[in-house]
């Protein structure tokens, strides 16, 4: 196994004014992966990020960046990362290729062109290379936001909320460029609170609420742990009433009495089997069976309710 990403060890941030936004906060990701951390508005995201990158001070534990400490090696660390800030902050007047440019030269690299170029096609921003900032739309400013935190080629991205206040396009070619940075072996963290976004691109989860980090699974493991399966079984033929067998394993029967259903947790596979095999005793006549499994988003919102 390679050397973790980044080792996020017992963490915790109170700001100045005694608001504790982090509370003990640990966390290992993979290299190559990428991560999302998953939570409402206000969670701690941006904070948690902000802290690892080094823009605002723990209060009490350490990071560490390819094993280098992001306070005691701040330098080093920072060139191993690119990052993406929530808010837009871009140089009005400049133009987007020496945004992207100078962003390269202030980590103290020698320029390359090449690279930028290639930057700046695979962001849908070549066309646009000379012109200033100001003259772009709120989209093509973010995509000059990506192009600067990969200036420098980054091992390790992050990315806060990349998909807000985004258009769907902008939404579809950010993910396109994430998978792609990840087949380059670029390491991917995300912070989002569209599930949608989570489910799309993830590896693995992280679910943080009220500064703590609630759980951490991959992606499936957690659907397939915390999911529920709704089965419905619409019959050839309405009857009146359930047959016993089936109500005893916890099926019910719609009011037109046509349909058997159940609900059952994911994980337990055992289900379905039991049922067709319960009606198949019956003899009822089945004409279309159909399955719905929850969610990331229910089980998020199930997780983070069960944390209020
Ligand atoms: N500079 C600050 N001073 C005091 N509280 C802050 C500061 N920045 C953020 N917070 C608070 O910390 C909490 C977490 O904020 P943030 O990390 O921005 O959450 P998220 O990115 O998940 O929406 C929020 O309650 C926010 O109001
Ligand atoms: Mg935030």
Redesign the pocket.
């Known amino acids: 196994m390679s050397e973790p990403a980044l080792v996020v060890e017992r963490l915790s941030k109170t700001?100045?004014?005694g608001?504790t936004?982090l509370e003990d906060v640990s966390l290992t990701i993979e290299t190559g992966e990428i991560f999302a951390l998953l939570?409402?508005?206000?969670?701690?995201?941006?904070?948690?990020i902000?802290t690892v990158c080094g823009l605002s001070q723990a209060s009490e534990g350490n990071a560490k960046i390819f094993g280098i400490d992001t306070v005691a090696q701040y330098k080093q660390a920072r060139t191993l990362v690119g990052l993406v800030p929530?808010e837009l902050t871009t140089d009005a007047f400049e133009t987007v290729w020496n945004t992207v440019s100078f962003s390269r030269a202030l980590f103290g690299l020698p320029p390359n062109p090449a690279h930028i170029e290639n930057i700046l096609k695979r962001l849908t921003l070549w066309e646009k290379r000379n012109s200033p900032l100001m003259a772009l739309s709120g989209g093509m400013k973010r995509r000059v936001m990506i192009a600067k935190a990969l200036s420098h080629e980054p091992k390790i991205l992050f990315l806060?909320?990349p998909s807000a206040g985004v258009d769907v396009s902008l939404r579809r070619d950010m993910w396109t460029m994430v998978s792609d940075l990840k087949q380059q072996g670029v390491t991917i963290i995300l912070?989002t609170?569209y599930i949608e976004e989570a489910e799309e691109l993830a590896d693995r989860v992280g679910i943080?609420n009220g500064?703590k980090i609630l759980l951490v699974n991959t992606k499936r493991e957690l659907m397939e742990q915390l999911g529920q399966k709704h089965l419905v079984v619409t019959l050839a033929n309405p009857i009146a009433t359930l047959p016993e067998s089936l109500s005893a394993i916890g099926a019910t029967l719609n009011n037109a009495g046509d349909q058997v259903q159940l609900s059952y947790e994911t994980k337990d596979t055992g289900r379905l089997g039991e049922l067709m095999e319960m009606l198949a005793q019956t003899q009822l006549k089945v004409a279309d069976i159909q399955t719905e499994q929850s969610s990331l988003e229910d089980i998020f919102l199930s997780i983070v309710g069960e944390s209020a």
């Open positions: 700001y100045a004014n608001f936004a939570g409402p508005n206000g969670a701690g995201k941006t904070t948690l902000s929530q806060d909320e912070t609170h943080i500064g």
